[in-house]
């Protein structure tokens, strides 16, 4: 990086009151130095973790700036699914066949119009260890697989189907496997994932600072990041990092302002995944230093409609009365496709056969004996459901869905009444959301300029950056645990050994 073009945007300790994450510090104007280190990563959340735990093993010290009261960030909140692939031995004892070359093919559509061929192709070569550090760490996975099409396992099963890859079109291109690992614990275990890890760092000898907020980078003369301004229960504080600084701080879901500028569909989201720390203060420190971002438009919305899966049996309508995805596809895909239909309306249309409870309490929006009468009472354009239904009845009754190729198993003709609509617009269903993009990385974490040059001492992980899952249109759970992880752990390895 030349330092030259931020000239303008350096500060100095004295502004403290005003330091914003864009403007980064001299290390001329760095009063002291309170801590120091050979690596600094600033977020103890699944990828900080991870980051940590190798660069232990490398021999580096580490410091770790929490601005929580505790470590766990987003994964901790989540349902702990981890993709995993290639033949893991889960996969092997439920019966299942993965080549790796299919699940390149998956992750590469997956990860949507601007996939990084090389993380994928290195996620996937790696798999197969990366599930071993997993168990190395002291994380247990069950060897038996879930059948029932849900959004996370409520037993301590572990192997499911967690994204698209049985369902068109991705099913017509890969060769589908369920790759979705959730550790042994009953229902969500994002929880037990990180007290796990941390026990691990803490094992390593890593320093943890809680209620330690980042405040801005530490730049030297040549441009280098060598440390990080602090603030400890609102006392600034330094720590210098003599091999590099690590960014795991997580996305931006939470600073609207960002959320507003960058990806504004996100906007419509009612459920806000992640944690307070999630408000971009590690990208905007990036950008402080010169770093380039992508996918900043990107980000993953989900209609939760199911389980029970009986509800996929239902056809999926818009404001004009048709259908417009494959209803078995993962819900994070259905999601992306409702916000973009006119209005964001869309319906769930069920008969008596199918009709059920969603876990996610949609709202019943009418509810009639025929459809001609439900097609009123949602204020459909006359003859649009009539339509829809009986063409999709028709081929339905054959076992086939020629527009959108939904599975046969799910394939049943709504013909038993009544019949009911459950609401799945945007501002009426469960819509949670997050962000997706972020600094631009080389795999081995290194942070790039917008120019594709490297900044030299810093390097990120996590939602902090572009990572594995870049569309949810195309995304799987386990992804993110999974895409945070392994790529924290490279970054970790690669800023020990610098």
């Not at 003859?383 to 527009?403: I, W």
Request: glycine residues 14%; negative net charge; aromatic residues 8%.
């Amino acid at each position: 990086m030349a330092d030259a073009s931020y000239e303008s945007t350096y500060q100095t300790a004295a502004e403290d009151t005003g330091v914003r994450p864009t403007r980064p510090l001299r290390s001329a104007d760095v009063p002291r130095w309170d801590h120091e280190a050979d690596v600094v990563i600033v977020g103890l959340g699944g990828a900080g973790a991870a980051a940590a735990i190798e660069a232990c093993q490398a021999g580096a010290s580490v410091l770790i700036l929490e601005r929580a009261s505790e470590g766990g960030g987003s994964t901790a909140q989540s349902g702990g699914i981890i993709y995993f692939g290639g033949g893991t031995p889960v996969q092997t004892a439920c019966g299942f066949e993965d080549d790796p070359a299919e699940m390149l093919k998956y992750l590469l559509m997956a990860s949507g119009p601007n996939p990084d061929a090389e993380k994928c192709r290195l996620y996937v070569e790696q798999s197969l260890e990366h599930f071993r550090w997993f168990e190395a760490q002291g994380i247990e996975f069950k060897r038996s697989y879930y059948p029932k099409k849900t959004t996370e396992p409520v037993t301590d099963d572990c192997l499911l189907y967690s994204g698209n890859e049985n369902v068109w079109p991705f099913d017509v291109s890969a060769k589908a496997a369920p790759r979705g690992h959730k550790p042994k614990v009953e229902g969500s275990a994002g929880r037990v994932i990180m007290e796990t890890l941390i026990g691990r760092v803490k094992e390593l000898g890593a320093d943890i600072q809680e209620n330690a907020r980042a405040q801005t980078l530490v730049v030297d003369e040549q441009g280098t990041v060598v440390g990080v301004h602090y603030k400890e229960l609102g006392e600034p504080r330094y720590a210098r990092a003599k091999r590099g600084v690590i960014l795991c701080a997580g996305g931006f879901i939470m600073n609207r302002e960002l959320v507003a500028r960058h990806v504004p569909k996100l906007l419509n989201v009612n459920i806000q995944i992640g944690n307070p720390g999630d408000d971009g203060a590690g990208i905007l420190m990036g950008l402080g230093v010169g770093a380039g971002t992508l996918c900043m438009g990107e980000g993953f919305v989900s209609v939760p409609f199911y389980p029970p899966s009986k509800l996929v049996s239902g056809i999926i309508v818009n404001a004009q009365g048709q259908r417009f995805i494959n209803e078995d596809a993962y819900h994070g895909r259905t999601g992306e496709y409702v916000l973009q239909q006119s209005g964001g309306v869309a319906y769930l249309i069920l008969d008596n056969e199918c009709f059920g409870r969603p876990i996610a309490g949609m709202q019943i929006k009418a509810a009639e004996e025929s459809i001609e009468e439900l097609e009123r009472g949602l204020e459909l354009p006359e003859g649009s459901l009539t339509h829809t239904v009986s063409y999709y009845n028709r081929f339905a009754e054959r076992g086939e869905d020629p527009l959108f190729h939904k599975a046969k198993n799910y394939l049943k003709p709504l013909v038993n009444g009544p019949y009911a609509a459950l609401d799945l617009s945007v501002g009426k269903a469960i819509i949670p959301g997050f962000t997706m993009g972020g600094l631009d990385t080389l795999p081995t974490g290194e942070v790039l300029t917008a120019d594709k040059h490297v900044v030299r001492g810093l390097y990120a992980a996590g939602r902090t950056t572009a990572g594995l899952p870049r569309s949810a249109a195309g995304y799987s759970s386990g992804m993110s645990i999974g895409g945070a992880t392994f790529f924290g752990r490279l970054a970790g390895r690669t800023a020990a050994t610098r």
